[in-house]
């Protein structure tokens, strides 16, 4: 898997593409870890290029936003592909985001 960052005003956006699963997460958590400014940082996981995400891929999503809201920051998903949105929807994991998931046109608003 492959994750860019960026930040878009105040939020920073991280952009899997592949496979987020087990193998993955150490990577998104360090690319998570070198690219927040401060633990109140906004982050924004854009899923439109993620094919598939497993249960540790989604513990680590919940557990990122958890550390960031903790600190007054937050973590929201944006544009899940057709099979992420299926995923979380089928494991119950969509209602752990309390902000809504975002489209990419909200996302783009940001910029």
Same mark, same amino acid.
């Given at each position: ?5 960026? &930040? ?5 956006? /991280? =952009?899997?593409?592949? &496979? ?16 927040? +400014? ?10 439109? +290029? ?7 891929? /989604? ?5 990122? +936003? ?8 937050? /973590? ?8 992420? +949105? ?17 489209? =990419? &046109? ?6």
């Amino acid at each position: 898997m492959q994750i860019t960052a960026s &930040r878009r005003d105040e939020v920073l956006v /991280l =952009e899997p593409e592949g &496979r987020f699963d087990a193998h993955a997460v150490d990577e998104f958590r360090a690319r998570l870890a070198s690219n927040v +400014r401060r633990e109140s940082d906004e982050v924004a996981v854009n899923l439109n +290029r993620v094919e598939f995400v497993d249960e540790t891929a /989604l513990t680590a999503l919940i557990d990122a +936003r958890s550390e960031l809201r903790a600190s007054d920051g937050d /973590l929201v998903l944006a544009s899940p592909s057709q099979s992420v +949105r299926i995923i979380l929807e089928l494991t119950g994991r969509v209602h752990d985001f309390v902000a809504p998931v975002v489209d =990419e &046109r909200s996302l783009m608003a940001v910029a």
